[in-house]
C-alpha cells in the first residue's frame, strides 16, 4: 500500500455524533477531506444543516438525540438505508456539568453517564454486527483529560471520560477478532469556541493550563480531526484498544 492509500477514508461511511460544532466538526472536516462519507449527527437541525453545507458533496446529517436510547437501531438502519453501511462510528456527543461534587445531584450525575456512555453503548450495540458482519469497522470515542487525571467540579464528566476508556478496552477484546478496531482519542485543551468562552475571561486558568502543557499553547479542533483520520485509516490497521492523547503533553506535563 502507498502513503496516500494508507491514509485513505475513500469509501468509508462514517457517523460522528454531536458533529456539527466543535471537535465533531473538526473530526468531520478531516475524514471528509480524507475521502469519506459522512454523516453528522445531533439534536440541533440549524448547526448540522450549516455544517453539512460547509462540507458539500458525501456529507447529510440526521436530527437524533442519542439518549433516545430505544431508537439507536433505527438511526443505524436509516442511514445504512439511505447512505450506504456505517464504517465508522464517532461517538463524540457529549454533556458538561460543572458543579462541586458535593452538589451533583444523582440525576444529574445519571444524565451525563446517559448521554457520554449509556447512549454510546446503544450505537455501538446497533452498528457492531453489520461490522462484524463485514469483517470491516471502526470504532472511535472521544474521550478527555478528565479521563487521565483529576479536574475539580466536573465529577460526572470525569466519571463517564474515565468509564470510556475501559469501554475501549472491552469493546476492542471482544470486536478486533472481528475486523472491527475500537480507540479513544483524548483532547487536550483545545482552542474551540466552547473553550474561548470559558478561558478568555479567566486569564489565570489559562495560565495554569497552558502552564502545565510542554507545548505552551491550545491545540487546534483540527489536531483532533487528523488524528480520527489516523486511527480509522489502514495506516492504523494495527491499532486498536488505545486512548491517544492529543494534548501538546498535557498528560505528561509538570
Not at 488524528?227 to 490497521?237: C, E, H, I
Request: with cysteine; aromatic share 6%; net charge positive.
Amino acid at each position: 500500500m502507498n502513503f496516500p492509500d494508507a491514509f485513505s477514508l475513500s469509501g468509508e461511511v462514517v457517523l460522528i455524533t454531536g458533529g456539527g460544532t466543535g471537535i465533531g466538526l473538526a473530526m468531520a472536516q478531516a475524514m471528509h477531506a480524507a475521502g469519506a462519507r459522512v454523516v453528522l449527527v445531533g439534536r440541533r437541525e440549524p448547526e448540522l444543516t450549516a455544517a453539512a453545507k460547509s462540507l458539500g458533496d458525501r456529507a447529510s446529517f440526521v436530527v437524533h438525540d442519542i439518549t433516545q436510547l430505544d431508537a439507536a437501531a433505527a438511526l443505524i438502519e436509516r442511514v445504512t438505508r439511505e447512505v450506504g453501511a456505517i464504517t465508522c462510528l464517532v461517538n463524540n456527543a457529549g454533556i458538561h456539568l460543572k458543579k462541586p461534587a458535593v452538589e451533583t445531584t444523582p440525576a444529574e450525575f445519571q444524565m451525563v453517564l446517559n448521554t457520554h456512555i449509556v447512549g454510546a453503548h446503544a450505537l455501538v450495540r446497533a452498528v457492531a454486527p453489520g461490522m462484524i458482519a463485514r469483517k470491516h469497522g471502526t470504532i472511535l470515542f472521544t474521550a478527555s483529560m478528565a479521563s487521565l487525571f483529576g479536574i475539580p467540579l466536573v465529577i460526572a464528566y470525569t466519571a463517564a471520560k474515565t468509564a470510556m476508556v475501559g469501554m475501549v478496552k472491552g469493546y476492542a477484546t471482544e470486536l478486533s477478532p472481528h475486523g472491527v478496531r475500537v480507540n479513544a482519542i483524548a483532547p487536550g485543551w483545545i482552542e474551540t469556541e466552547m473553550s474561548r468562552k470559558a478561558l478568555d475571561g479567566d486569564p489565570g486558568r489559562k495560565a495554569k493550563i497552558l502552564g502545565r502543557t510542554p507545548a505552551a499553547k491550545l491545540g487546534a479542533p483540527s489536531d483532533v480531526g487528523w488524528a480520527a483520520v489516523y486511527l480509522a485509516s489502514p495506516a492504523a490497521k494495527f491499532v486498536t484498544g488505545v486512548t491517544l492523547p492529543v494534548d501538546g503533553g498535557a498528560s505528561i506535563g509538570f
